[in-house]
């Protein structure tokens, strides 16, 4: 998965599930990342990039604090396919 879509797509589950970043770092740091607690706001903003293993670790603190909350959504880690993410329609002007 491009750094892009998984930008977006970390981003889109902490909005969706309203998760304090604040606690997010605690948890992202405690899985050996060392980005700031800025640099992950900014990231999750979309303001700044981050290397491939900061993102991991930040999709791995989201996805464990959504399957402590029982949350539904997850975090994609680099290494994700999109297509199967969200498998692809075999004609692509149908809505099936």
């Known amino acids: 998965m491009n750094e892009a ?3 977006a797509l970390t ?3 902490i909005k ?3 998760l304090d970043l604040g606690q997010l770092w605690l948890e992202f740091v405690s ?3 060392d980005a700031s607690e800025g640099v992950i706001r900014d990231y999750c903003a979309g303001e ?3 290397p491939p293993k900061e ?3 930040l999709a791995q603190a989201v996805n464990e604090h959504c399957a402590a909350e029982g949350l539904p959504l997850r975090a994609p880690f680099s290494d994700s396919l999109l297509f199967l993410l969200h498998p692809q ?3 692509p002007y149908s809505s099936k």
Request: aromatic share 0%.
């Open 11 to 13: 981003g889109a589950v």
């Open 16 to 18: 969706e599930h309203r």
């Open 55 to 57: 993102r991991d670790a």
């Open 31 to 33: 899985l050996g990342g």
């Open 5 to 7: 879509d998984q930008q």
């Open 89 to 91: 329609r075999t004609d």
């Open 48 to 50: 700044t990039s981050l």
